[in-house]
């Protein structure tokens, strides 16, 4: 059996997506061991759920470095004394750097609640209900130099509702996130992802050509 992939989580807040990684591996859905959890927030609660399952925790505190590329060099200190292969960002509030990233090449992460391209930046829930849209969703994509930018892993649609507010939309993209992180993660682990330019290769991808999610559906009918 191969060794568990090792994870190092990067949070600065309640740790919902965390909390779904670590129910995935004592599942045994996810092939991977989260190594550290750590956080730029002291007060975190992130930090609470990742000790409350005996994982280690870090605290790098932002505020005390001259620049980002400094902070970024601590995050790289912590990670590899932790034996860290794949960095998982969930809810981490602070865009990377290339110190990161040359430190963890194509093997940062991170998960976005909109249909990326579509909707980048804070608040994409409100972004989406302001726009009209009729469908949304999750990406887990890989990290490069720009914000929701990389790489596309897995993507999940998920329909907005008449009634949606931003609240209950969150809360119904924040499910399809915690399942759809713990797949990408797994594919990694299992060695099926290939970047090629823009493009995430899946080896076996058995997609269905046919598959589609409409908004409103199409065997919707109106009384005459």
Aim: zero cysteines.
């Amino acid at each position: 059996m191969a060794r568990p992939l090792s994870l190092g989580v990067l949070l600065s807040g309640s740790g919902t997506n965390l909390q779904a990684l670590i129910d995935a591996v004592a599942a045994r859905q996810l092939d991977a061991q989260i190594a550290v959890v750590v956080s730029n927030e002291a007060t975190a609660y992130g930090l609470v759920r990742a000790r409350e399952h005996g994982i280690s925790t870090e605290i790098v505190a932002h505020g005390v470095f001259r620049s980002r590329a400094a902070f970024d060099a601590r995050l790289v200190e912590v990670l590899r004394a932790h034996g860290v292969e794949l960095v998982v960002l969930a809810g981490f509030m602070r865009l990377v750097t290339p110190v990161l990233l040359g430190a963890f090449p194509a093997r940062v992460v991170n998960i976005h609640p909109a249909l990326l391209p579509a909707f980048p930046g804070l608040h994409a829930e409100r972004q989406a209900l302001a726009h009209g849209a009729r469908i949304t969703g999750v990406t887990v994509h890989f990290v490069d130099e720009h914000a929701d930018h990389g790489p596309i892993i897995v993507q999940v649609a998920v329909p907005i509702l008449p009634d949606d507010d931003e609240a209950r939309l969150h809360l119904r993209i924040q499910r399809q996130e915690h399942r759809a992180y713990a797949r990408a993660i797994q594919l990694i682990a299992e060695g099926r992802v290939r970047i090629e330019g823009r493009r995430v290769l899946i080896d076996g991808d058995t997609a269905d050509a046919e598959a589609a999610l409409a908004s409103p559906p199409f065997a919707q009918r109106t009384s005459p």
